[in-house]
């Protein structure tokens, strides 16, 4: 296989392209990565690996047709796994603009090289591509309590700048294979977490402000619900759908795992009392704080995941309390990493965002 991977410098790109250059037992001829380097991007997790004459790296924006359609030449690609996206929520509230460029605009000049591509090769190879777009639940919009969770066919009803921006781009992608016969494949996973996770993002946000002393910022009462899954939970189940699912398939990937945000924010407070005490020896807990809740912000999201197990086979193998545990170790025994990205990249004051 020779594959494209967009975004493959970010939090979940960057584990996939680790797992499938580890993978001795999935032939994989080349893998090519294009990723713009924006702010949340972290190329140094890459630069560790062996050298490997499969893998290379392109600095580029998906907005960049002649770059795009280059690469495709060049390269023959087999299968696309596009991550390439602005993804938080907070930064399309404030500046939605980004949004609407990487995700929908990005994603369509993506669709449109890919689809050139298709009608080049050779017949065998056309049935064999696959476009895999990965997308996320907050597209299905908000809960109630008692709500059943999010199936693969509960309607789009995205509720922020950023959602609305996936579910464009989810349209976009089904329209190339309603249309034009694109052999697409999408994805909608719920909140990820584990190592080398950007630190706007909650977990990683309140350890680091755990380490550092500060308060811990909880938006408006703390009982928003979310679905927890770990990356590389994740990253097994895109390879199993581009491997084994049929063109125009949709699934849900979740780690059955709902925790409230006051709850889990609860747990790695524990979990940092066990691994990394106060020196005054206090709970972590004590200094979470609750800040204005954030606009529009869902109150639930729950996947439901049968799908992808009955017809793949898939289910999450780790544990939310396990992989929280090791998820922790892994910041505290990385604080260069962390200190890097927040007092250099990622310079803004962390403190007004919350969970």
Known sequence: MKLLV?????????????RRLADVATPLRRLVNLDALTYAADPAPLAGLPTDDRYAFIQGDILDRPLLDRLFAEHGFDAVVHFAAETHVDRSIDAPAAFLQTNILGTHQLLEAARAHLARLPADRRTAFRFLHVSTDEVYGTLAP???????A????PNSPYAASKASSDLLVRAAFHTHGLPVLTTR????????????????LMLLNALEGKPLPVYGDGQQVRDWLHVEDHVDALWAILDRAAPGAVYNIGGNAERTNLDLVHALCAELDRQ???????????RIT??????????????DASRLHAELGWRPRRDLAAGLAETVAWYLAH?????????TRYARERLGRGA
């Open 6 to 18: 967009t975004g493959g410098c970010g939090f979940i790109g960057g584990h996939y392209i680790r």
């Open 146 to 152: 008692d709500a059943p969770a999010f199936t693969e």
């Open 154 to 157: 509960t309607p789009l009803a």
């Open 189 to 204: 996973c719920s909140n990820n977490y584990g190592p080398r996770q950007f630190p706007e993002k909650l977990i990683p």
């Open 276 to 286: 990394a005490p106060r020196v005054d020896g206090k709970p972590h807990a004590d």
């Open 290 to 303: 609750h800040v204005a809740d954030r606009p529009g912000h869902d109150r639930r999201y729950a996947i």
């Open 335 to 343: 604080r260069p990493w962390c200190d890097a990205i927040t007092t």
